[in-house]
């Protein structure tokens, strides 16, 4: 008899400005880079056996592709729109049309900056958020996905 354990998929994408992370007004979002982001999301999921895809793009089109796209795929999706979050009614109709169960994740507040960030659209399609805590906001959605089994 041989079994395969399927670890869950899920997709961690990052929208607009999130690569220049290192760089990027450091005083909000610190001094880690990118590739530091992706190491860190790798070793959470090891850590909580699951299977992360970690990608980022500054294209709206380009996430409403990979949302739609992740249908049948992954399980469940870790969502860091950036600016988009606040503009993109395009993604939370991706979101909503997908059905993939989703977290909001960001680096900062939001909500406690400017008024222009109040606005999620992807929260209004989205199960939880998790915000403000830095890296650690995308250890708190990949180990929430994790031990609610998606
Ligand atoms: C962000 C918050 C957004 O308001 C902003 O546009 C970003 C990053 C965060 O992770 O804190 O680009 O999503």
Redesign the pocket.
């Known amino acids: 008899m041989c079994y395969t354990i399927q670890h869950m998929k899920i997709l961690v994408l990052n929208?607009?400005?999130?690569n220049l992370l290192g760089m990027r007004e450091p005083e909000l979002?610190g001094d880690r880079t990118y590739a530091d982001l992706v190491a860190f999301c790798g070793r959470i999921a090891a850590g909580s056996g699951v299977d992360v895809d970690v990608r980022q793009t500054n294209h709206e089109g380009t996430l409403v592709d990979w949302i739609q796209e992740a249908r049948g795929t992954f399980d469940a999706l870790v969502l860091?729109?950036?600016?988009y979050?606040?503009t993109s009614v395009a993604v939370l109709d991706a979101l909503k049309a997908t059905r993939i169960p989703t977290a909001e994740?960001?680096?900062?507040e939001?909500k406690s900056?400017e008024d222009f960030?109040r606005v999620s659209y992807v929260g209004m399609a989205a199960e939880k958020t998790f915000?403000g805590r830095g890296f650690e906001s995308y250890a708190d959605a990949i180990r929430y996905f994790a031990a609610k089994g998606a």
């Open positions: 929208g607009p400005n999130l979002y860091n729109a950036a600016a979050t606040h994740v960001h680096l900062t939001p900056r960030r915000s």
